[in-house]
Nanobody, 120 residues
Framework: QVQLVESGGGLVQPGGSLRLSCAASGSIFSISAMGWYRQAPGKQRELVASITKGGTTNHADSVKGRFTISRDNAKNTVYLQMNSLKPEDTAVYYC??????????????WGKGTLVTVSS
């Protein structure tokens, strides 16, 4: 079984910073793209940032210059450094990864989410 486990969410004041982590574990052959999504109350889930195995990144316009995605391939872990947080960044943040299994099948996996609340 493959699991993605997020950590690092919490309550932070506007202008503050948080770092999210997501570690993949289980029967993994390799991991290609990894990413972070978020879903605010009453809104659809949206892509925040993604990163290829080679390190090419993509960030949503709403977070460019404030958030940075990175990964450690040796640890099967992806990170999201969030700076200059705004109340509108409040959401449940989900980790996503496209994982190749030893069987040769590739599948998308999701974490259970971690809540980020930006409020004074």
């Amino acid at each position: 079984q493959v699991q993605l486990v997020e950590s690092g969410g919490g309550l932070v004041q506007p202008g503050g910073s948080l770092r999210l982590s997501c570690a993949a574990s289980g029967s993994i052959f390799s991991i290609s793209a990894m990413g972070w999504y978020r879903q605010a109350p009453g809104k659809q889930r949206e892509l925040v940032a993604s990163i290829t195995k080679g390190g090419t990144t993509n960030h949503a316009d709403s977070v460019k210059g404030r958030f940075t995605i990175s990964r450690d391939n040796a640890k099967n872990t992806v990170y999201l450094q969030m700076n200059s947080l705004k109340p509108e960044d409040t959401a449940v943040y989900y980790c996503n990864a496209h994982i190749w299994l030893p069987s040769g099948n590739g599948m998308d996996f999701w974490g259970k989410g971690t809540l980020v609340t930006v409020s004074s």
